[in-house]
């Protein structure tokens, strides 16, 4: 896609819905490119921003060192005028499949690997081994069930995302309101992370905490 040429509205349509979904006016270059899908180096879409800058139609600013563009209304106005303008998946849309993906190709491992922890466990404890073997086997347990936890959230409770807004996972549940404030806290505390599948790897090697 990258040596092909990017229509106008399709740039302006891009840093639109990169805007809405970083949820504040401004993005810098290489978020445009990923809403575009082409690499990061493309000069012709670098030059093309500049030529869109002299037309009005967006304004580079610059923001904590960093060079970014926004919308002017003019670009705004181009933009609605050219009705639907079809773009590439969204990062936040292709995040959320590729979880949803894992998620179901290591869901039964995870099972395992919590149920044969669990076995584990329970075997131990006629055995009175030491404490150290219990602080050790606590790690696993934990890390065991967090990330089971993680991958059925993101494969049957985290909603497919819209593109007409931001997908940031505030870690409420409508379920929350039934419970007394402190409990309210403590369990939005625990879903953090949940979404990140890279605290996934290399969980059965030492019962590494992956929440931290």
Request: charged share 35%; hydrophobic share 30%.
């Given at each position: 896609m990258s040596t092909t040429e990017i229509p106008d509205v399709t740039v302006l349509a891009a840093i639109d819905r990169a805007e809405?979904?970083?949820?504040?006016?401004?993005?810098?270059?290489?978020?445009?490119?990923?809403?575009?899908?082409?690499?990061?180096?493309?000069?012709?879409v670098r030059a093309q921003l500049q030529s869109l800058v002299?037309?009005?139609?967006?304004?580079?600013r610059r923001a904590h060192g960093v060079d970014i563009w926004v919308l002017t209304p003019s670009g705004r106005g181009r933009l609605q005028s050219a009705g639907r303008v079809d773009l590439p998946e969204s990062p936040q849309h292709r995040e959320w499949r590729s979880a949803r993906t894992l998620a179901a190709q290591e869901i039964e491992r995870f099972r395992g690997t919590l149920h044969d922890t669990i076995v584990e466990a329970s075997a131990l404890l006629s055995d009175a081994p030491g404490s150290d073997v219990w602080f050790e086997l606590?790690?696993?347990l934990q890390s065991a069930a967090w990330r089971l936890g993680s991958a059925i959230y993101c494969l049957h409770e985290w909603m497919e995302p819209s593109d007409d807004r931001a997908d940031i996972?505030?870690?409420?549940?409508?379920?929350?309101?039934?419970?007394?404030?402190?409990?309210?806290?403590?369990?939005?505390?625990?879903?953090?992370?949940?979404?990140?599948?890279?605290?996934?790897?290399?969980?059965?090697?030492?019962?590494?905490?992956?929440?931290?």
């Open positions: 809405r979904h970083r949820g504040r006016p401004g993005v810098p270059v290489w978020l445009i490119f990923e809403h575009l899908g082409i690499p990061r180096r493309s000069r012709r002299q037309d009005g139609a967006i304004e580079q606590a790690g696993r996972d505030d870690h409420i549940s409508p379920a929350d309101l039934a419970l007394a404030p402190r409990e309210r806290r403590q369990r939005q505390a625990r879903r953090a992370g949940r979404r990140n599948t890279r605290l996934w790897q290399d969980a059965d090697s030492d019962g590494t905490d992956t929440t931290a």
